[in-house]
């Protein structure tokens, strides 16, 4: 089946410090979406792209749909303690009834 | 609005037991919800589609008489594990889809931690 490549797998930073994260496939996705989710919590929506090479940004979040669609790139600015939590890309598939399929995700730490 | 709510929270059961989880929008009308398990430090894996009114359908490898799913209304969809062994303790999380709009956005549910004894 389809799969997602994300890396790094985790990541620890201090506050304030610029993160980057990035996510690959070896098929094609005509929607990436990036999620965050907090311990013990459903996934929640960060940012949607919906056409090859899109950059969008959702407040301090910063994400590329890649030229290719099969990657893509979220970075998080000025990093802050309630920034901590595992991040996971997710490609829509295409198709009959449109699934998603879920990176392995990137568990960030903040540190203060 | 788009809020998904799950019941239970968490649950501990028997082996051999079975156990039902809700899974229900708020506050807009679902015609497709998800479900999905997700093991500690694993990523979401989709276990089927549920449809409104129809048969739900399975991705590859789930056992669709062990995992029963129900999607009576256009609010709410169940998932009952049968005979459930410490091997389906995980944490199953549902999403819904909003009627009218593209599938991509698929509200999720805060999850429910199954632990099998």
């Known amino acids: 089946g389809q799969q997602l490549n994300q890396s790094p797998q985790s990541m620890f930073i201090q506050e304030g410090e610029d993160v980057s994260m990035n996510c690959t496939s070896s098929?094609?996705?005509?929607?990436w979406l990036w999620y965050k989710q907090d311990p013990g919590e459903g996934p929640v929506l960060l940012i949607a792209l919906y056409k090859a090479g899109e950059l969008t940004s959702n407040g301090r979040l910063t994400a590329q749909f890649g030229i290719t669609r099969k990657d893509s790139f979220l970075n998080i600015s000025a990093s802050i303690p309630s920034d901590v939590g595992i991040y996971f890309c997710a490609g829509v598939t295409q198709g009959g009834s449109e699934k998603l399929v879920f990176g392995k995700g990137m568990k960030l730490t903040v540190n203060p | 609005g788009a809020v998904v709510s799950q019941h239970p929270s968490w649950v501990i059961c028997k082996s051999g037991t079975s156990v039902k989880i809700e899974c229900r929008s708020l506050d807009f009308q679902a015609t497709t919800m998800f479900w999905y398990r997700q093991f500690p430090k694993q990523s979401l894996m989709l276990m089927a589609t549920s449809n409104e009114g129809s048969k739900a359908t399975y991705e590859q490898g789930v056992e669709k008489d062990k995992f029963l799913i129900n999607h009576a209304s256009l609010t709410l969809s169940t998932l009952t594990v049968t005979s459930a062994h410490p091997e389906d303790s995980s944490f199953y999380i549902c999403?819904?889809?909003?009627?009218?709009?593209?599938?991509?956005?698929?509200?999720f549910g805060p999850g429910t931690r199954l632990t099998v004894t």
């Open positions: 999403s819904a889809h909003r009627r009218g709009h593209s599938s991509y956005e698929q509200y």
């Open positions: 098929s094609i996705f005509n929607t």
